[in-house]
């Protein structure tokens, strides 16, 4: 029973990640990128130190510094997925960041000379033809957009390995709640250097940061270390990785995203990578969070 309900808990997570797409989308029109990530980030930040108080008493130099690592491979992630995202479509934005799955084991070869198995191969593979087949334009050129938000998958990939690594040494509280702090204080910077610091945010604009500062942020990680103490790694990555599905109807019921053929045969491809590589020995390490 507990691991039926835990199956279910981790379909919101993915429900609610999906939405999230829709939602930076809606912001985007009346915040900036880092606008928007200094708001999330310091809802994530306050929400998750409230909850880690009695953790937070005594935390040592390795944790903060391992926190700091996270943070700031999580604040590269976001920038270059809601930057890329003003000059592509939520559904391309999803999907395209749904292959730092497929990138993870090879983080892990370089980094620890991990062996990546056939079935990672074959996913990468396929990830490479998918990625080319929903954003290569008719000159085999690559979109801003798409080429920002295939870099932002680099970037959670790395945050993904760091995460594995360094949660079997610390208190998971503790660092992601440093990790959080870190990609906020790291957005404020930028707000700052880029001269965003002038915000004229709409009330769809603020209920949007409202969602993904405090559900899509705070909520499901909290929903999602909470679920996967009762289903398998494989499992739980192979469910969270449906997040790319429900971004795409959520873009195509809310934003009203025309989806082509060619779209489709895209992301059917990229989608069937993330299994294939899930299912290998090395997918062991789930995704945080994305949006």
Not at 51 to 79: P, Q, R
């Amino acid at each position: 029973m507990k691991q039926k309900l835990a199956v279910v808990g981790l379909l919101v997570v993915t429900m609610i990640w999906g939405g999230g797409f829709v939602a930076s989308d809606m912001a985007l029109a009346s915040m900036k990128p880092f606008q928007i990530m200094v708001i999330r980030f310091f809802l994530a930040a306050v929400l998750m130190g409230l909850l880690s108080l009695k953790s937070l008493k005594n935390v040592n130099k390795d944790e903060v510094l391992a926190g700091i690592a996270m943070g700031t491979a999580l604040f590269a992630a976001f920038a270059l997925q809601i930057i890329g995202l003003q000059y592509t479509t939520p559904s391309k934005n999803a999907f395209l960041t749904a292959l730092n799955v497929v990138m993870v084991p090879f983080i892990s070869y370089l980094v620890l000379k991990k062996k990546v198995g056939k079935r990672g191969i074959a996913g990468a593979l396929l990830s490479v033809a998918g990625a080319a087949i929903l954003s290569l334009n008719g000159d085999l050129s690559l979109g801003l957009g798409d080429g920002l938000t295939l870099l932002c998958a680099v970037g959670f990939a790395v945050q993904i390995f760091l995460t594995g690594e360094f949660v079997r040494k610390y208190r998971a509280s503790v660092i992601n709640f440093v990790q959080m702090l870190t990609a906020f204080v790291l957005s404020l910077i930028f707000v700052v250097v880029c001269g965003e610091t002038g915000i004229a945010a709409t009330r769809a604009g603020w209920l949007s940061v409202l969602y993904l500062g405090v559900v899509s942020t705070t909520v499901c990680y909290l929903l999602q270390t909470a679920c996967q103490k009762y289903v398998d790694g494989t499992k739980s990555a192979i469910i969270l990785s449906m997040e790319s599905v429900f971004g795409t109807v959520f873009s195509i019921l809310i934003l009203h995203e025309v989806v082509t053929v060619r779209m489709v045969i895209g992301c059917a491809v990229i989608l069937t990578a993330v299994i294939i590589s899930n299912l290998g020995e090395e997918a062991n390490e789930v995704s945080g969070d994305h949006l």
